[in-house]
């Protein structure tokens, strides 16, 4: 038989595996993302933003497939773009993310996607949610993608209540540089926004100024 000549990441799905995560401050809310997109075991682009605009006071961090993630926060946007308009005012968070819930519970047998959908509005200021495969729930902080598993613990007894916006920052910086130093799929750079109701902030955190984290050394006798 003879062998394909071809590299093996052509025939692999472009999988955001990743690491995203979102965190509720008093006025506004820090969504972060790494940048590494991968297929198979090949790294196929190393500073992907899967941080994707939904309006201009709600977005949207991408994990799954990326081609199915960025098709959802796609017609999102657009959907959002007419309800804005239709209302005469900036769209709710809980309105964009039932708009992912309701996409990615009809065709959760065809995309593989999962977006944590993060913003600001009037009515309830900083929102957080998850919407994997149709759940929607409201959270104070979210984790996802591939890189997730190895944070819980850190962000379960780090994260606390009544954090200022630069404590948010922070915390979602070091968790994202966890998850990159130990998963696989998660790597690049730190892509950060953070939502209030004066606009919105980006950021990017360049590899070479991650925080650093070491663990115990043991030594063998």
Known sequence: MPLSSEPSWLNCEVSTGTTIMAVEFEGGVVIGSDSRVSAGQSVVNRVMNKLSRLHDNVY????????????????VDYQLDLHSIAMGRLPLVRSAANMVKDIS??????LVAHLIVAGWDKRCGGQVFGTLGGLLIRQPFAVGGSGSTYIYGY????????MSKEDCLQFTTNALSLAMGRDGSSGGVVYLVSITEKGTEEKVVL????PQFFDDETQLV
Do not use: F, H, M, W
């Not at 799954?64 to 796609?74: E, F, N, T």
């Not at 962000?155 to 009544?162: I, L």
């Not at 590899?207 to 991650?210: D, H, I």
């Open 60 to 75: 949207c961090a991408l994990s799954g497939s990326a081609a199915d993630a960025q098709a959802v926060a796609d017609i």
């Open 155 to 162: 962000v379960d007894a780090t994260y606390r209540p009544g």
């Open 105 to 110: 519970y009809k065709y959760k047998e065809e």
């Open 207 to 210: 590899g070479n100024n991650l």
